[in-house]
């Protein structure tokens, strides 16, 4: 009887081990597809001109969010916080210059997570923002080192970004490497997509996509970041030649909000250090609608390389096992409210695409809407929860994966951003170095902050507004809330507030904050409870 003791103790760790790992091919992989800049300019979210039938396609299958939320509308923050988990004010990640590494040295981050529960997790293009790719810990399979095609394609452009990098450098010396020297805002050689970094990238996922799949020992966290529509818009020549400019309409709100804060919009310093773009003043319109028609184009060009990627899930015989989720980092201004670029509170910044497919999604749920108040945040925690494994409780977002059952269920009441002092922060959220004004920003600079002080009057303080004034905005079904604070004194009244109905005002065009007084208190009173007194 002893004897056999250790042979069927053998056997038994053997069938656990077998089942283990049985369970681990059971569980679905996850394809994560991330768009740098893009705002919901798709078929699927109504667009009249955007060419998007791989995205559409995707989205017919699975599930929409119509109202979708970035926690920052700019790339570092925005990022720290979906793959973290953290929020902004958690993270202390404000600006793109912050590496949520360093600031949340013990986080675990959402690929980290899967990692650590025998998923193999790789990446492939813009995956985490810039200088925070953290390979050793959040991926199990190190990026091939191949070199991606960035920048112009095209030698004349090439040169034209050098040029006049040096020619900055030589006028304003050490403010020049932030941004302020570069090429044309937009290029379309006659390449084939893999000549410009998406669709080079887009072939060295698939091709580890295929290496995932011949090992098929673990489940995939497979990650593929799109770095367009971001500046510069670089794309194949056929898909600027989808769209004819005719076809092209400019936004009519070319101005602010009527009594919106003076600190709220940027003066489009991100597009201004293009070369070619006018230093002050309007972009005129036929420029603008070349700005519109190359943003549209990359959009195209993405939404190809998505059809791309989706197809090579299906002919590797995997689509069947495999959560799709799309999403964006944050919006984008195309003229709105007269400025060009992201980082601002408003709708248009804020809101991005977000969309979800799963294998076993019920049948009455796919090519459906919802209009669930979800976060960028929020998907942390939900494919945690799809796969699942632990949620874990750091995180500080909710599983939108009851959605999934019921698109239509009774869900969060407000989503939460924020945005430090847009007007005078450099593009990357930065706060203004003091040699900014001194180049050839310094004529915008002083127009913004004339504004402010001639609203803000008695409370204008250029400490504060240029670093420690926070604007925390909330969207409701109904309302969204713009709420300016100093940051460093929390318990202080707000310096400004705005407010905006979405029933009869989507575009965000008046601040009826002073005529509502008792909507504001009331709003308030739910602000005041955080993102963790709006949950289900």
């Keep these: 009887m002893n004897l056999k003791l250790p042979l069927i103790v053998g056997v038994a760790f053997f069938a656990f081990g077998a ?3 049985a369970q681990q091919k059971t569980k679905p992989n996850i394809l994560f597809i991330g768009v740098d800049d893009l705002r919901p300019e798709l078929g ?5 001109v955007a060419i ?3 995205i559409d396609k995707l989205a017919s299958q699975g599930l929409l969010f119509n109202k979708a939320y970035c926690q920052q509308a700019i790339c570092g923050p925005s990022r720290a916080s979906l793959l973290t988990g953290y929020r902004p004010e958690t993270s202390g990640v404000y600006h793109n210059y912050i590496k949520f590494r360093e600031a949340n040295p013990e986080v675990v981050t959402l690929p980290e997570h899967f990692k650590n529960n025998g998923y193999e997790t790789v990446y492939y293009g813009k995956i985490f923002h810039h200088g925070d790719l953290d390979d050793k ?29 040096k020619a900055m450098t030589a006028k304003y010396g050490e403010q020049a490497k932030y941004g302020l020297g570069s090429g044309p805002a937009y290029e379309f050689a006659d390449v084939p997509d893999n000549g410009y970094v998406d669709g080079f990238n887009t072939d060295l996922a698939i091709e580890e996509l295929q290496r995932l799949v011949a090992h098929k020992d673990k489940p995939f966290f497979l990650a593929l970041g799109f770095h367009k529509p971001h500046l510069n818009w670089t794309a194949p020549k056929k898909y600027w030649d989808l769209y004819d400019g005719k076809d092209i309409k400019l936004t009519k709100q070319t101005e602010g909000p009527v009594d919106g804060a003076a600190m709220g919009l940027h003066a489009s310093f991100e597009l201004r250090t293009r070369y070619g773009i006018p230093k002050e003043g309007d972009i005129e319109p036929e420029m603008a609608v070349n700005l519109k028609r190359a943003y549209l184009a990359c959009v195209s060009y993405v939404d190809a390389q998505v059809g791309r990627m989706i197809a090579a899930l299906e002919q590797a015989g995997v689509r069947d096992n495999t959560i ?9 201004h195309l003229g709105d409210m007269g400025i060009w670029g992201k980082a601002t509170n408003y709708e248009i910044a804020t809101r991005v695409p977000m969309m979800i497919w799963t294998p076993d999604m019920p049948r009455g749920s796919r090519g459906k ?3 669930a108040l979800v976060e960028v945040i929020d998907m942390y925690p939900t494919l945690a929860d799809l796969v699942g494994i632990p949620i874990p409780e750091h995180v500080e977002g909710q599983s939108f994966a009851p959605l999934l059952k019921n698109p239509n269920k009774k869900w969060k009441t407000a989503a939460f951003s924020q945005f430090p002092d847009p007007a005078l922060r450099e593009w990357g959220a930065y706060p203004l170095r003091d040699g900014m004004r001194e180049t050839f920003f310094e004529p915008l600079i002083e127009k913004v902050e004339q504004k402010i002080i001639n609203q803000q009057k008695e409370k ?6 240029e670093n420690d004034l926070m604007g925390y905005t909330m969207r409701t079904q109904e309302y969204r809330l713009i709420v300016w604070k100093d940051k460093k004194h929390p318990e202080k009244k707000p310096l400004y507030i705005e407010l905006y109905n979405h029933q009869n005002d989507p ?7 002073n005529s509502n007084p008792k909507i504001v208190a009331k709003l308030l009173k739910q602000f005041d409870k955080g993102w963790q007194g709006n949950k289900k």
């Design 44 to 48: 699927c979210y109504g667009s009249e």
């Design 369 to 371: 809407t919802s209009e």
């Design 52 to 54: 998007s039938p791989n």
């Design 324 to 332: 799709i989720i799309l999403w964006s980092d944050h919006g984008w």
């Design 507 to 513: 575009q965000e065009t008046i601040n009826i904050a």
């Design 19 to 21: 089942s283990m790992k």
């Design 460 to 465: 204008w303080n250029r400490d504060l507004f």
């Design 137 to 165: 810990l959040s991926w199990s399979i190190p990026p091939g080192k191949d070199k991606a095609p960035f920048g112009y394609a095209l030698a004349e452009n090439k040169q034209l970004a050098k040029e006049n990098m």
